[in-house]
């Protein structure tokens, strides 16, 4: 993506780097509220499934994720954009109905809610401005599942921004999601186990689906953000993601 006129300002770099440094600290806030809600921490509620469930979590991911990185893109053509709400609200519908039955129908419902989620993440992409008709931006939409923001104590999760234009193959998109699985499935582990809770099963499955679909809008703009804020300072990227984690250590 070229930059269009004059680079912004250091007072406007700032500012908004400052701000992407702010929603990346309250992304998690729901999540944890959540979480603490429906009575436990995510190792808790993890261990409530059953051992043949997590056994397979990670494998159902990977091919909940290799299904929805293109069901993701076709739905822009017959959805259309629309506001970030309503992607929560659709999510949260299909987390009630997934979660009244129990773990058979919330394990039904994953693919599906993955690939809701990964559309929210296109949309926060193409509001700033990326096309996700293309590969990279795709690449990049996938990387936000297996990162909190690109922090440095985010135990090596961030892969890095991929160039618009570098060319990538289908074995890169696969080398991409069998790294980021195991990072959802944790994520997705601990929706399923709040699905499971007795009485609570279909408003955990909505809380919980509202509160990630949140949650990956934020790391979504976080992530996007600095790539766009990059390109309008004419900045290298790399070096708008050093800003970052340095301002985020210091706040």
Not at 6 to 22: G, H, K, N, S, Y
Not at 42 to 62: I, K
Request: glycine letters at 10%; aromatic letters at 4%.
């Amino acid at each position: 993506m070229e930059l269009l006129g004059r680079p912004i300002d250091e007072t406007t770099t700032q500012a908004r780097l400052d701000a992407l440094v702010q929603r990346n600290a309250r992304a998690g806030n729901s999540v944890m509220d959540v979480l603490n809600l429906i009575g436990g921490q995510a190792e808790g509620l993890l261990d409530r499934l059953p051992a043949a469930t997590r056994m397979r979590l990670n494998s159902a991911t990977e091919e909940a994720l290799r299904h929805a990185a293109e069901a993701a893109h076709r739905s822009r053509d017959v959805m259309g954009e629309g506001p970030a709400w309503r992607i929560r609200a659709l999510t949260t519908v299909m987390g009630a109905a997934g979660g009244f039955g129990g773990l058979p129908t919330a394990l039904a419902e994953l693919p599906a809610t993955t690939t809701i989620l990964l559309r929210a993440i296109q949309d926060v992409a193409s509001e700033h401005g990326f096309d996700p008709s293309e590969p990279a931006v795709r690449f990049d939409s996938i990387e936000v599942f297996g990162a909190a923001g690109p922090l440095s104590e985010d135990d090596g999760a961030n892969l890095g921004f991929i160039g618009t234009r570098v060319t990538l193959t289908g074995s890169a998109m696969r080398a991409l999601i069998a790294r980021v699985a195991p990072r959802l499935a944790a994520v997705l582990g601990q929706k399923l186990a709040a699905q499971t809770v007795p009485v609570l099963g279909a408003a955990a499955g909505a809380a919980t689906n509202y509160a990630y679909t949140q949650y990956y809008q934020d790391m979504a703009h976080v992530h996007f953000g600095l790539r766009r804020l990059a390109i309008d300072a004419d900045r290298d990227p790399q070096e708008m993601i050093t800003a970052f984690r340095e301002r985020a250590a210091r706040a």
